[in-house]
T-cell receptor
């Protein structure tokens, strides 16, 4: 079993839909990252969370430390949101090693 | 300000060859981490360097090595290439060792194909 599991693996939505991507992890963490990866490879950091909720534009990320679960929500989805969304956790050691989920491939259509 | 830059962006090697991948972190960033991303999977941690010292190593064979230079740029070296080394190699930088309270910045990656 992977330390970080994401669901769903693939997601197709129509423009305007509300989208939720889930991430569950099995280890103690100090922080959780949500990342966006576009075709070609470039990764952009969307959020870093250690508790509660963060919002940036149409994106909202939440984390429940007790349940070892995080969600990424996209409101009013748009085709430009099409990308792979990756959850990554940082353990409690002093290094910055991240353990990644396998990603959720999102396709938003018109 | 330039972001994290990696070179080369694409390269093709044959089995048994050696490859060197390079990463220049964002100015002021002292930590560089390397990740391997095989097609269809999430990235896997290879190394972290901070202030020119190795601070973390993932579960990769000794064929993989890295170093960090005084200007904080970094090289990843892979010897005796195998077909399974074909992947996107990502470099990430942060300004300090524990990026948990800051942001992590990724380069575009170096796509290695081993034939």
């Amino acid at each position: 079993k992977n330390e970080v599991e994401q669901s769903p693996q693939n997601l197709t939505a129509q423009e305007g839909e509300f989208i939720t991507i889930n991430c569950s992890y099995s280890v103690g963490i100090s922080a959780l990252h949500w990342l966006q990866q576009h075709p070609g490879g470039g990764i952009v950091s969307l959020f870093m969370l250690s508790s509660g909720k963060k919002k940036h534009g149409r994106l909202i990320a939440t984390i429940n430390i007790q349940e070892k679960h995080s969600s990424l929500h996209i409101t009013a989805s748009h085709p430009r949101d099409s990308a792979v969304y990756i959850c990554a956790v940082k353990g409690r050691d002093t290094a910055s090693k991240l353990t990644f989920g396998t990603g959720t491939r999102l396709q938003v259509t018109l | 300000d330039a972001g994290v830059t990696q070179s080369p962006t694409h390269l093709i090697k044959t089995r048994g060859q050696h490859v060197t991948l390079r990463c220049s972190p964002i100015s002021g960033h002292k930590s560089v981490s390397w990740y391997q991303q095989v097609l269809g999977q999430g990235p896997q941690f290879i190394f972290q360097y901070y202030e020119k010292e190795e601070r973390g190593r993932g579960n990769f064979p000794d064929r993989f090595s890295a170093r960090q230079f005084p200007n904080y740029s970094s090289e990843l070296n892979v010897n005796a290439l195998l077909l399974g080394d074909s992947a996107l190699y990502l470099c990430a930088s942060s300004w300090r060792l524990t990026s948990g309270v800051g942001e992590l910045f990724f380069g575009e990656g170096s796509r290695l194909t081993v034939l």
